[in-house]
């Protein structure tokens, strides 16, 4: 018997796309989750057989870890909270938390952004949550610098090109993204290689 709310492959269709950013919304939620389970522990102390796994980026802005560390883990890192950690402190106003721990011995103060943590597990209740690291606290998006050609002089006032207006700004350059677009193979192409 057939199924009409199944595609032909047998798959349910995928949800129409939401208006609403409930994904956000849940990621929000989650990330409260674990500030106040971190804000509990730093308070109290942990309880029974509760422990975290904190997974962060090492490469985001305002991590501060010991440089030994930082070239073992040059991307990623996860912490154990357990038996031996101390002065854990959650500051919502600089949105991080530090911990002290001890690496071979040797004691160090780890200081991570919210924004770095990627995954957060107390596996005494097999609890695990994800995260998307925030883009406006993750690495520096790559930069291209779109210099004009020889024939194309850039000029620092308005400038009138096939009847459009550009103008310059000051530490912004707009870039048409037409000239990227992928052309379709029936059309010839317009540009003439000897500029290249």
Wanted: hydrophobic residues 35%.
């Amino acid at each position: 018997m057939s199924d009409d709310t199944k595609d032909p492959d047998g798959f349910e269709p995928p949800p129409p796309a939401s208006l609403l950013p409930y994904d956000a919304w849940l990621e929000e939620a989650h990330r409260e989750v674990m500030l106040k389970a971190l804000e509990h522990v730093s308070e109290h102390g942990l309880p029974g057989e509760h422990h975290f796994y904190m997974t962060f980026l090492t490469t985001s802005p305002g991590v501060v870890i010991p440089a030994a560390l930082k070239e073992r883990y040059p991307e990623e890192m996860t912490i154990v909270l357990q038996h031996q950690f101390q002065n854990l402190t959650v500051d919502r106003d600089a949105r991080s938390f530090s911990v002290g721990l001890s690496f071979g011995g040797v004691p160090s103060t780890l200081h991570i952004p919210f924004a770095a943590i990627t995954a957060f597990a107390d596996p005494h209740i097999h609890l695990v949550l994800r995260f998307i690291p925030h883009r406006e606290m993750g690495p520096p998006a790559e930069v291209h610098d779109f210099r004009p050609t020889s024939h194309e002089q850039r000029s620092d006032h308005s400038t009138k090109t096939d009847g459009q207006s550009t103008a310059s700004t000051e530490g912004a350059e707009v870039v048409s993204l037409a000239a990227f677009r992928k052309k379709p193979a029936h059309q010839p192409d317009d540009t003439d290689d000897s500029d290249r």
